[in-house]
């Protein structure tokens, strides 16, 4: 018998206050949306680099839960960022996340963020550790 994979969790704290809501999860794939505003904005008028950061890891991050055991555990070991495009207010952002490859301790992830024209904002690669279950410093 194989065991169930994870499901998606509640936002985090952190999501919720910028607004971040997930609007897909699963087949090593997900996706989160938020519309930038004020909260957002550096002195410069655009969305703070924090943002994207925030999206990418998140939507990367959950395309990789959706493939994990429940009993599985990750976190982010490296996230690299490349900023394309400034993100104005009132843009809606689209950060999409998808698994490149997965072993059985180290997973590559390809992140990046869209709006609803199609224009690209930021992309990423990262690398995600996973053990088989969590580790006891975090339980």
């Known amino acids: 018998m194989t065991e169930e994979l994870s ?13 971040i809501e997930m609007t897909q999860f699963g087949n090593g794939t997900a996706s989160f949306t938020v519309v930038v505003d004020d909260r957002h904005l550096n002195k410069g008028g655009v969305a703070f680099g924090g943002l994207h950061a925030s999206l990418l890891d998140s939507a990367m991050g959950a395309a990789l839960v959706s493939t ?4 599985e555990w990750c976190a982010t070991a490296n996230l690299t960022i ?22 059985k301790n180290l997973a590559h992830l390809f992140g990046e963020i869209k709006d609803e024209k199609g224009t690209t904002h930021a992309n990423a690669t990262g690398v995600w550790t996973i053990w088989n279950k969590k580790p006891e410093k975090f339980v």
């Open 7 to 19: 499901k998606p969790t509640e936002m985090n704290e952190i999501s919720k206050s910028l607004g």
């Open 82 to 103: 490349n900023y394309l495009e400034a993100s104005l207010p009132g843009v809606e952002l689209i950060a999409t996340g998808k698994i490149v490859r997965r072993g």
């Open 68 to 71: 994990l055991k429940v009993s």
